[in-house]
């Protein structure tokens, strides 16, 4: 296989565009000799003449009109990479395919339509489920161009990049006339209510239950669902208690429209995170989506307060004697 002057390249692709050794010189900066110096090499190296007399010009062979078809956009290609221009996001025409869970993906997606249809219209976001369950497959094999998961998802790869974005804790929650709000919870009065579980694998155990019957109690999981947005408004009108993510019912609790107590069992936070392969790092398109994410999720959490009580070793207001109520939250009347 003959290896080919990629500096010839550049001056095909040149004289193709401009349909003239001429102009190449002058774009290339370049003198006519030289010009025609490289197209000779062109022929010897590529054995076809390329270019034959049109008139006062010059036309491309069918050979050398199928070579430049071929090459020209990965030509692009490189010059943009070697050039790239600045991100802007008003005038951009692009996809973004976010792996999310369905809890991160009910704070994100509306913020993100609004970021479009107020400066970014252009920009389309396009929801990924993890179905391979691994942060660096998806990302290392370009699946995707960002992954926001927890910690059971965590990325090894030295090549993925990670910022945290918040931390989620797990709340009880209830509709607000529930004969188990505003009362304290024992572990023996959650144990005995109807629970409804969120679960994606169908399986209705998880790590309520095992805590449960390390105590020696267990509950009844009277309905399952696969989506934190059914959540709320099966609460709302049920007598189902459900432990989850405080993100996953902080509209309503914030409302007032349900209740929420910190569960009476040991449930650590999970760090939610965003992660990309460090390819994305010179990338200004995915460090303006990257920004947006940060500032969408921190503008969420300051919109609905997680009440303080429901961090570790914190008391719940009401429950204490001389226990001023929070100012932070909105509780139920």
């Not at 209705?204 to 408004?233: C, I, K």
Request: aromatic share 8%; proline share 7%; charged share 25%.
């Amino acid at each position: 296989m003959k290896k080919t002057d990629l500096n010839l390249l550049v001056t095909f692709d040149t004289i193709m565009r401009e349909g003239s050794m001429t102009r190449a010189a002058e774009q290339l900066a370049m003198t006519q000799p030289a010009v025609s110096n490289a197209v000779s090499r062109m022929r010897v190296t590529w054995n076809d003449p390329l270019f034959v007399k049109h008139g006062r010009g010059i036309t491309p062979t069918p050979h050398a009109q199928m070579m430049w078809d071929q090459m020209r956009m990965h030509l692009d290609d490189l010059r943009d990479m070697a050039n790239p221009e600045p991100f802007d996001a008003a005038r951009a025409r692009r996809t973004f395919r976010i792996s999310t869970d369905d809890l991160s993906a009910g704070v994100l997606w509306r913020a993100l339509r609004r970021v479009t249809e107020q400066s970014a219209p252009g920009i389309d976001f396009h929801a990924v489920p993890n179905t391979k369950g691994n942060v660096n497959e998806l990302l290392v094999d370009a699946d995707v161009d960002l992954v926001i998961s927890g910690a059971p998802k965590k990325a090894s790869n030295i090549h993925i990049r990670e910022h945290a974005l918040l931390d989620i804790y797990y709340v009880c929650a209830m509709h607000a006339n529930h004969a188990l709000a505003s009362k304290p919870l024992t572990l023996e009065s959650f144990a005995a209510a109807d629970h409804l579980m969120v679960t994606f694998s169908g399986d209705a155990n998880g790590p309520v239950d095992e805590f449960l019957r390390a105590q020696g109690l267990d509950r009844r999981v009277a309905m399952t669902v696969n989506h934190f947005s059914l959540v709320a408004p099966l609460l709302k009108e049920s007598d189902l208690i459900s432990t989850m993510p405080f993100e996953a019912v902080a509209e309503y609790a914030c409302k007032g429209e349900l209740w929420v107590d910190r569960p009476p069992i040991e449930l650590p936070p999970i760090t939610l995170s965003l992660f990309w392969h460090e390819r994305g790092d010179r990338d200004a398109g995915q460090r303006w989506l990257r920004n947006q994410i940060k500032t969408i999720m921190a503008e969420a959490r300051r919109a609905h307060p997680m009440p303080t009580w429901v961090y570790p070793d914190q008391q719940r207001p009401g429950f204490a004697e001389e226990q001023e109520p929070a100012t932070d939250f909105a509780f139920p009347s």
